[in-house]
């Protein structure tokens, strides 16, 4: 495709894209893409955005990991709630054996360091603050009480966390 492209100063015809010939025959090159200024305006947000978002993530990581030791205690305490239905109403069972829990297993999982339990009802989870990749201490309390005669509901307090790993803990759990 050849095509002539008048002005008033000169004559010059595109040939292809980015070569124009001139009327005297001479080819000059034109020049495309992006300058050096463009570029490093570029990087420079994308350093930005980074810098954002990369604290957010790595709290987003802590704090699911923190999570999982919250949900591995589901079936301790469904342990505690049935056994304490078969008791007097108000009481819960004495020690971990009578409850049918097993708080070693915490142990196993990657992020929990342990599961404690209390004959009051009351469920202590530590977080291996190693694993989780955070400074401080972590750890949450569960707290049963009885609602009505059927049913047991579980309030998640602080515990001993320290001030800075607050914000590691489920919301439930920051009161």
């Known amino acids: 495709m050849h095509r002539v492209i008048s002005t008033a100063s000169q004559r010059t015809s595109i040939r292809d894209a980015g ?23 570029v990087i420079a947000i994308l350093a930005i955005l980074m810098a954002l978002a990369v604290p957010a993530y790595t709290t987003y990581v802590a704090r699911a990991k923190v999570a999982e030791c919250l ?22 069972p004495a020690d971990a054996d009578q409850a049918g829990i097993n708080p070693g297993a915490m142990v ?3 992020y929990c360091d342990a599961g404690l339990y209390a004959n009051t009802g009351v469920l202590t989870l530590q977080v291996d603050e190693a694993a989780v990749g955070v400074a401080g201490t972590i750890e949450m309390v569960l707290v049963p009480t009885f609602a009505g005669t059927s049913s047991i509901s579980w309030n998640c307090l602080p515990g001993g966390t320290s001030g800075e790993a607050m914000r590691y803990l489920p919301a439930d759990c920051r009161m």
Do not use: H, N, W, Y
Request: hydrophobic share 45%; glycine share 12%; net charge negative.
């Open 19 to 41: 070569t124009v010939t001139t009327r005297d025959g001479a080819v000059r090159c034109q020049q495309s893409g992006f300058t050096l200024i463009e570029l490093m305006i």
């Open 71 to 92: 949900s591995a205690a589901g079936s301790m305490k469904m342990s505690i709630g049935e056994t304490a239905m078969g008791l007097p109403i108000g009481t819960f």
């Open 108 to 110: 196993a999982l990657e």
